[in-house]
């Protein structure tokens, strides 16, 4: 069975292919926005400690039962159980996750149609094509449409060439290009007047927020979202890991890349922000809040680059084609959960899987376009602030509790036959059992009765 399934070739091919899925448009939309409304520096305090101590250790969870499993999640968490109920559970969990991540992928298809769109309406600009430019700026129904097709078509065309000439091959293409991408763009705008300011907010906490629980769930919600983790698509990736290598210190690289990516959007986009204000572009409500969280850098973005000449015309072509990018290794990332899950479990070839599924997402989103007030928030909120924090949970439980623990150090060892001896298997195992599980589900109280 294992031998039929997709492996990727390389650490290095993993590596890119987990970090590709991790980092997306949560880094470089969510992450800075969050950071933008819940006190600058100090969100980035919560959300660094949250992503290092809860994030990486649930992460850790997945890759190693994916691993251990080489199968989806309803398959390896069934794998693992140790009875009827848990068994059931198991694939209670597992089917969950496969649909949370389709609808995730339902409203993440047309956020990123948007990138797709703006970055070609400055191409259409900057060749003089000014209305198609206009049209491609505008938030139409039509525009918002074709788009979300677009991308889902893209998704669609990767995900069918599978683990190694799909995911692998186009993640490790694409992500250099994104940082590289970042980096000037960072470069670029720390040069412009105004960002000192924005540095500012960023890196100087204002202590009275830090333990708020608003700025605390918010973050934890970040640090998930931004991870991939509670829906088994870092499982599925697990499974696709060879029993050589050292999953902790695989999902070790998976977690530094994704939090300095998240971390270097910030140098980006709250600087962008100020320098953006400093040009007469209005980024505040009276009351001091940001004008519409959400929609912030699809409006306040494409106006500073307005106000920027060609430079500004360079830059949004750059920068939404970045966005773009990242959201395509993010994309290709959810699909293979319920992909993964239908080829196995049900004996469907890849294509007519992708072929199928793909479609259906692709029903989904424009169900939620033509409903967008009343759904979309919706969609996000279920998905992002409730089931995957709980789904989070249930993963820690079954590699915690139902798990033995001798099975999970065996699963170490097959990377790293010393795996006993390390500070990882002295602090996790307690860790995952008690730590994740009692934090995770405190501050998802906390969200739900606040
Ligand atoms: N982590 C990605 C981002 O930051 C999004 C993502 C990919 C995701 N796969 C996921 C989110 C699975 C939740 C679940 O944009």
């Given at each position: 069975?294992?031998?039929?399934?997709g492996?990727?070739?390389?650490?290095?091919?993993?590596?890119m292919?987990?970090?590709?899925?991790?980092?997306?448009l949560?880094?470089?939309?969510?992450?800075?926005?969050?950071?933008?409304?819940?006190?600058g520096?100090?969100?980035?305090l919560?959300?660094?400690v949250?992503?290092?101590?809860l994030?990486?250790?649930?992460?850790?969870?997945?890759?190693?039962i994916g691993?251990?499993?080489?199968?989806?999640?309803?398959?390896?968490?069934?794998?693992?159980?140790?009875?009827?109920?848990?068994r059931?559970l198991?694939?209670?969990?597992?089917?969950?996750?496969?649909?949370?991540?389709?609808?995730?992928?339902?409203?993440?298809?047309?956020?990123?149609?948007?990138?797709?769109?703006?970055?070609?309406?400055s191409?259409?600009?900057l060749?003089?094509?000014?209305?198609?430019?206009?049209?491609?700026?505008?938030?139409?129904?039509?525009?918002?449409?074709?788009?979300?097709?677009i991308?889902m078509?893209?998704?669609?065309?990767?995900i069918?060439?599978?683990?190694?000439?799909?995911?692998e091959?186009?993640?490790?293409?694409?992500?250099?290009i994104?940082?590289?991408?970042?980096?000037?763009?960072?470069?670029?705008?720390?040069?412009?007047?105004?960002?000192?300011?924005?540095?500012?907010?960023?890196?100087?906490?204002?202590?009275?927020?830090?333990?708020?629980?608003?700025?605390?769930?918010?973050?934890?919600?970040?640090?998930?979202?931004?991870?991939s983790l509670?829906?088994?698509?870092?499982?599925?990736?697990?499974?696709?890991?060879?029993?050589?290598?050292?999953?902790?210190?695989?999902?070790?690289?998976?977690?530094?890349i994704?939090?300095?990516i998240?971390?270097?959007a910030g140098?980006?986009?709250?600087?962008?922000?100020?320098?953006?204000?400093?040009?007469?572009?209005e980024?505040?409500?009276?009351?001091?809040?940001?004008?519409?969280?959400?929609?912030?850098?699809?409006?306040?973005?494409?106006?500073?680059?307005?106000?920027?000449?060609?430079a500004?015309?360079?830059?949004?072509?750059?920068?939404?084609?970045?966005?773009?990018?990242?959201?395509?290794?993010?994309?290709?990332?959810?699909?293979?959960v319920?992909?993964?899950?239908t080829?196995?479990?049900?004996?469907v070839?890849?294509?007519?899987?992708?072929?199928?599924?793909?479609?259906?997402?692709?029903?989904?989103?424009?169900?939620?376009?033509?409903?967008?007030?009343?759904?979309?928030g919706?969609?996000?909120?279920?998905?992002?602030?409730?089931s995957?924090?709980?789904?989070g949970?249930?993963?820690?439980?079954?590699?915690?509790?139902?798990?033995?623990?001798?099975?999970?150090?065996?699963?170490?060892?097959?990377?790293?036959?010393g795996?006993?001896?390390?500070?990882?298997?002295?602090?996790?195992?307690?860790?995952?059992r008690?730590?994740?599980?009692?934090?995770?589900?405190?501050?998802?109280?906390?969200?739900?009765?606040?």
């Open positions: 069975m294992a031998s039929s399934r492996e990727f070739s390389s650490r290095l091919g993993f590596i292919a987990a970090a590709g899925s991790a980092v997306g949560g880094n470089i939309w969510g992450f800075p926005t969050q950071a933008a409304s819940n006190g520096a100090a969100f980035l919560a959300y660094l949250l992503a290092f101590t994030a990486y250790p649930a992460l850790m969870a997945e890759l190693i691993r251990h499993a080489h199968a989806n999640a309803v398959g390896a968490l069934r794998l693992i159980s140790i009875g009827p109920k848990t059931f198991g694939t209670c969990s597992g089917s969950i996750g496969f649909i949370v991540a389709s609808l995730i992928l339902s409203f993440y298809a047309i956020v990123a149609g948007w990138m797709v769109a703006l970055g070609l309406s191409l259409a600009g060749v003089g094509l000014s209305d198609l430019s206009q049209w491609l700026g505008e938030f139409g129904l039509v525009r918002n449409i074709v788009f979300m097709l991308f078509g893209l998704t669609i065309g990767i069918t060439g599978g683990v190694q000439e799909g995911i091959r186009w993640s490790t293409r694409l992500m250099p994104l940082l590289v991408a970042l980096v000037l763009l960072v470069a670029y705008v720390l040069t412009l007047d105004g960002a000192g300011e924005g540095l500012k907010v960023y890196l100087l906490p204002d202590f009275d927020q830090i333990f708020t629980p608003k700025l605390i769930i918010a973050a934890l919600g970040s640090a998930f979202f931004s991870l509670g829906v088994g698509t870092m499982l599925i990736y697990g499974s696709y890991i060879s029993d050589k290598e050292n999953l902790s210190v695989l999902g070790g690289w998976v977690t530094l994704d939090i300095s998240a971390v270097l140098f980006l986009v709250l600087p962008a922000m100020y320098v953006a204000l400093h040009n007469g572009v980024i505040f409500t009276a009351s001091g809040a940001l004008i519409s969280e959400d929609t912030l850098i699809f409006t306040v973005l494409p106006e500073l680059f307005a106000t920027m000449g060609l500004g015309v360079i830059v949004s072509v750059v920068f939404f084609v970045l966005m773009s990018i990242a959201a395509l290794t993010s994309s290709i990332s959810m699909l293979e319920p992909v993964a899950y080829i196995e479990e049900h004996g070839s890849r294509r007519t899987a992708v072929i199928a599924i793909g479609s259906a997402i692709a029903v989904c989103s424009t169900i939620i376009l033509f409903n967008f007030e009343t759904l979309f919706l969609v996000v909120a279920i998905t992002t602030r409730y995957q924090p709980l789904l949970f249930v993963f820690c439980m079954y590699a915690g509790w139902v798990w033995h623990r001798d099975n999970l150090l065996q699963e170490l060892q097959k990377g790293n036959p795996a006993e001896h390390t500070l990882f298997w002295k602090i996790w195992p307690w860790y995952v008690l730590v994740c599980p009692i934090i995770i589900l405190t501050i998802f109280v906390q969200s739900v009765i606040g």
